[in-house]
């Protein structure tokens, strides 16, 4: 059923220096009250001339519902759909694409804690008619949706029942805008009575074209599309146990985070902040290769992104720097890496990122400090992605609409 909602329309101009240090464009900030509600976002992703951000968390780890785009070529000038105007149920979403004239956010819950396993595409051409497809209504187990890959004419959402039990693959026909059909994966033999193998993905990423892979506690799984959804499509490796185990990884079991493909290369980042590479078409050979890198990248990594020449590791707490990795030296034995400091005053954790057809680099927070509920969330920043000492220009979105507006200035650089 087709729903409509309401968008609201800002634009903010701003001058946007080219300095080498942070430039000095205002920062506007929409407040609901007086002590401030502002949003963190669960992915973004570059579509038709524009950044879209999809709505996750706003002060005290509610869910929220206000999606944001802007304009690449003058990003201070932006648009918002509270998407939950109409639906309350739209809101907490974890990933997002664009395909056709649409751009689709995919939930990960509602306001109450409740799963609901919400797809919403957007029509970019007004940016304010959108229409839901709710897999949990269709399947108990698709409820809790945890991450998606877009590929060709289908979108690969993973999901699960509960926290850990029963994860999932449900391809989308985006023409349609229909379910197509569904692999189970926790179905797939390769567990060894492990009740937690496979029941909770954390996320996942794909090569765009072949193979989308979804990360787990330790296993790594390999979808095939060309057999989706013959159970034979998914084959599935103990990245763990193939570098050495727990003891070659620290002492900490940390999850498998996050990942992306590089021609024939893909790599998986850990929690701990470890990077395994592995041969995308060698998988059966089980080729995993841990790659030293915990002392370069930021504490407790939970994303990577990439353009053409690098891959980003965005920070996961305040005052720490973005990684870069030159991807064409990843299957050297040491990987050249450098950093981009953050600029002081921005204190949220767990940045995501994304980038654009011309290289830009883009990166936001998706949720507060946990002792501090009072976080300012809402702020992206964006940096020129092929350059080494990359200028950053920053603009804060707004999260829930507001009664008072306040104009501030980005942080100093430090």
């Known amino acids: 059923m087709g729903l409509v909602g309401n968008a609201v329309r800002f634009l903010c101009m701003m001058p946007l220096g080219l300095a080498s240090a942070w430039s000095e464009p205002g920062l506007l900030d929409l407040t609901q009250t007086a002590n401030g509600v502002n949003l963190g976002f669960g992915a973004g992703f570059a579509f038709k001339g524009h950044g879209y951000l999809a709505p996750l968390l706003a002060r005290h780890y509610t869910t929220t519902g206000y999606a944001v785009r802007f304009n690449l070529a003058n990003w201070n000038e932006y648009e918002v759909l509270n998407l939950a105007a109409t639906d309350s149920s739209l809101k907490g979403f974890i990933a ?32 304010s008619t959108f229409e839901k497809l709710d897999l949990g209504a269709l399947h108990a187990e698709h409820k809790f949706l945890k991450d998606a890959w877009h590929v060709g004419d289908s979108a690969y959402v993973l999901t699960a029942l509960s926290t850990q039990v029963l994860s999932n693959v449900v391809r989308i026909d985006l023409q349609s805008f229909q379910v197509a059909s569904s692999v189970r994966l926790t179905d797939v033999d390769a567990c060894a009575g492990d009740r937690y193998c496979m029941k909770n993905p954390n996320s996942g990423f794909t090569d765009g074209k072949l193979y989308g892979f979804a990360l787990f506690s330790s296993q790594v799984a390999r979808v095939t599309f060309s057999t989706f959804p013959d159970l034979s499509s998914v084959s599935v490796f103990d990245v763990e146990g193939a570098v050495g185990g727990i003891a070659a990884l620290g002492a900490s079991r940390a999850a498998w985070k996050t990942g992306i493909v590089y021609g024939q290369i893909g790599l998986v980042l850990r929690w701990s902040g470890h990077v395994v590479r592995f041969e995308v078409d060698a998988w059966s050979n089980g080729e995993f290769k841990l790659i030293d890198m915990v002392q370069q990248l930021p504490f407790a990594p939970v994303y990577m992104f990439a353009d053409r020449t690098y891959a980003y590791v965005p920070p996961s707490r305040p005052t720490e720097f973005v990684a870069r990795i030159e991807l064409a030296t990843i299957a050297d034995a040491t990987p ?9 005053g921005l204190v949220p ?10 290289s830009t680099g883009y990166i936001f927070p998706t949720q507060p400090v946990p002792s501090d509920y009072s976080t300012r969330l809402g702020t ?4 020129e992605a092929a350059k080494a000492a990359s200028p950053y220009k920053c603009i804060a979105l707004p999260s829930d609409m507001a009664t008072m507006f306040r104009l501030s200035k980005c942080p100093a650089s430090p």
Do not use: Q
């Not at 890496?337 to 953050?342: A, G």
């Open 380 to 383: 992206v920043l964006r940096f």
């Open 336 to 344: 050249k890496i450098d950093s981009l400091p953050m600029p002081s």
């Open 96 to 127: 997002g694409f664009g395909y056709g004239d649409y751009a689709h956010f995919v939930s990960s819950g509602s306001a109450n804690g409740v799963y609901t396993g919400i797809v919403v595409r957007v029509d970019v051409r007004d940016f």
């Open 349 to 358: 954790y767990a940045w995501k990122g994304f980038y654009d057809e011309n």
